[in-house]
C-alpha cells in the first residue's frame, strides 16, 4: 500500500533561489557525508547556493563536516510542521541522497509543494519520480553523481520548473 499525503493547493514556483532542502535523519545511510560534499563543490561554481539540513544528527563526526560553512550550509534541528512548511516556501530544492528508502514522505510533501527534486535511485524513489520528468536521480553514494544532477537543476530554472509541476501534479493525481 502506497503512502498518502495531504497535498496543498498548487502554488506557482519561480526557482530564483539556489536554496537546497534536505529532511530526515542526518547520518551516513541517508548519503549526509556526500551531500555536503556535493554542496561544497557547488558553493564554488554557484555563488548564492545554500543547504538547510533539517533532522537530528546521529554521529557527531558528520556534524562536523559542516562547521566553518554557516555561509551556504544551516543546521535547522528538528523542525515542526509549521517550520517545515516555511522551508518549503523558502526553498525551490529538494535532496535526497540516500542508500537506502522505501518510499519517503518527504520526497511526496516536497513534490506536492512544487519543489524540484534531486533523489537517489534506491528503494521505492523510481516509482515515484521517473527521471528527466519529476526530478532528476542520480546513483546512490556517488558524490560526483550528485553534485551534477544538483548543478543541472540549480543552473536551468526552466528544467527546475518544469519538473517541479510534473512532480506536483503527479502527487496530486497518485498520493493524494
Known amino acids: 500500500m502506497e503512502n498518502g499525503i495531504i497535498v496543498p493547493e498548487s502554488k506557482e514556483r ?3 533561489d539556489y536554496n537546497l532542502l534536505f529532511l530526515g535523519r542526518l547520518c551516513e545511510q541517508k548519503g549526509i557525508r556526500e551531500l555536503i560534499g556535493a554542496v561544497d563543490k557547488l558553493h564554488k561554481k554557484i555563488p548564492g547556493v545554500h543547504l538547510y539540513l ?6 557527531e563526526k558528520l556534524k562536523k563536516l559542516i562547521e566553518d560553512k554557516e555561509e551556504y550550509i544551516t543546521y535547522l534541528g528538528w523542525i515542526d510542521r509549521v517550520e517545515k512548511q516555511e522551508y518549503f516556501q523558502k526553498c525551490s530544492y529538494f535532496v535526497l541522497p540516500s542508500y537506502f528508502e522505501g518510499q519517503p514522505i518527504s520526497l511526496l510533501e516536497a513534490m506536492a509543494e512544487g519543489m524540484c527534486v534531486a533523489a537517489s535511485e534506491v528503494g521505492g524513489i523510481p516509482q515515484i519520480i521517473k527521471d528527466g520528468v519529476h526530478g ?3 546513483p546512490a553514494k556517488d558524490e560526483e553523481a550528485l553534485e551534477q544532477a544538483l548543478f543541472e537543476i ?23
Open 54 to 59: 533539517g533532522g537530528v544528527w546521529e554521529h
Open 136 to 138: 532528476v536521480m542520480f
Open 154 to 176: 540549480l543552473t536551468d530554472k526552466e528544467t527546475a520548473r518544469k519538473y517541479g509541476i510534473a512532480a506536483s501534479n503527479k502527487v496530486a493525481e497518485h498520493y493524494n
Open 14 to 16: 519561480e526557482y530564483r
